[in-house]
């Protein structure tokens, strides 16, 4: 049902119960999920757990109810629950993406300035650069030697571990230099250098600290300076997921936008109690933040060979129309975080269309940005057969739009999808503080994202 006030006054005992126990377990996930590629390792686990298996390994023809996987290059994944109809008929798909805003480490990052060794960064995605500067931080990612040899790194978020940090400059010195600045000139993306250590290695000359960090890192993690030309190592906050507000019925977390999508769809599909009419789809994938761009980004064709593969189970001989019919009879969820309501700052909101904290998840028509620019426009007959979908299983759920007409706007993989001919519309849960360090979530939107999800596997024909 379409909600028209907070959901708390809607639900019963046993529904907050179950919302508690989902969102303990969407917290311990996202407290191991740090990046894309620990989210996609994750949730293969636990699907193997499950009974999934890798759709290579699959023998024989279409079995209705078999889970398989289809992992590309360790940081987008899908994963399926083959229907009773061939997928010559058509998917449902729920698609998220799990990248993250983020500080990238530069090629060659190390280095020593003022006997302070620091990493230097680039930032990933749309950030604040002031959010960044004196919190704790943690180092997550792989490097990958010459030989092929691949060393994970992950630091910081364990009690025993350190934390790396990017110092900021005190209010007594800042006046000049960053106070009377706007806040894009304050804190420049140049100045976002991690400090990773300051003891220099004894009988050392030249760059004593920098060289004692390569000496701690080679005999921890078995690397040189070289290998970081060959690595993926992301700066990314050492928070843990916590319950926010004294009636702990907030969520706050790094990188819910998108993982808080991503999460209720992969658990929608994992908890699928019978096998869907149509082959039931989940897409994890990777650059959302950056355009979806790069053969991991939805813009790629790994859906394409995805689908293709479930095509050949009961037509081994297709032909590139039947991969396009496939497409044109496929429905999907574009599921990417929107803004709620804050009261502090609801000036950017035009209210009777903006999101709200504990009324579910929201269903965006479109996207975009100042007329629409950029943005998938979902047809008004598939909005009806999704808001069937959620009202025949209760789902609380709301409607809105990204902010005021002419104040900004936002995107999501929506429109790559209906690109290539599926029905798509935007949903997602609604967030305060997208893009911090810290954003912050409902554990009843969570909930209901997820039972939307199911509503959506089961009842989309």
Known sequence: ?????????????????????????????????????????????????????????????????????????????????????????????????????????????????????ILETHYYGGIKNFHWVSTPLALHGVVVKTDGTVVEIAVGDKDEDPVLVIPDILPHLGRKIQMSKTMDEAIPGESLDVVIGSVPLKDEEKEPVKKFILKLLNDTYGITEADFLSAELEIVPALKPREVGLDRALIGAYAQDDRVCGYTAFRALLDLAEVPEKTAVVILADKEEVGSMGNTGMRSAFIDKFLSKLIALTKPSFSPLDLYEAWNRTKVLSADVTAAVDPIWKSVHEMQNAARMHYGPVLTKYTGSRGKGGANDAHAEFLAQVREAFDKEGVIWQMAELGKVD???????????????????????????????????SKLDVYYAYKANQAFFKHLK
């Open 1 to 117: 049902m379409i909600n028209w006030k907070n959901g708390h006054l809607k639900v019963d005992e046993t529904t907050l119960s179950e919302i508690e126990s989902f969102a303990k377990d969407y917290m311990q996930f996202m407290a191991v999920a740090k990046t894309e590629r620990e989210t996609v390792t994750q949730s293969i686990k636990e699907a193997r757990e499950k009974g999934f298996r890798n759709l290579d390994e699959l023998e024989g023809s279409w079995r209705p109810g078999e889970k398989v996987y289809f992992e590309n290059r360790k940081k987008s994944v899908v994963f399926a629950v083959l229907g009773q109809k061939p997928a010559t008929e058509g998917v449902n798909i729920v698609v998220a993406h799990v990248d993250a805003p983020r500080l990238d480490l530069k090629p060659r990052p190390l280095k020593e300035d003022e006997q302070i060794a």
């Open 407 to 441: 104040e900004g706007g936002g995107g999501t993989v929506a429109l790559f999808m209906a690109d290539r001919g599926a029905d798509v519309v935007d949903i997602g849960v609604a967030l305060w503080g997208m893009h911090s360090l810290f954003e912050v979530s």
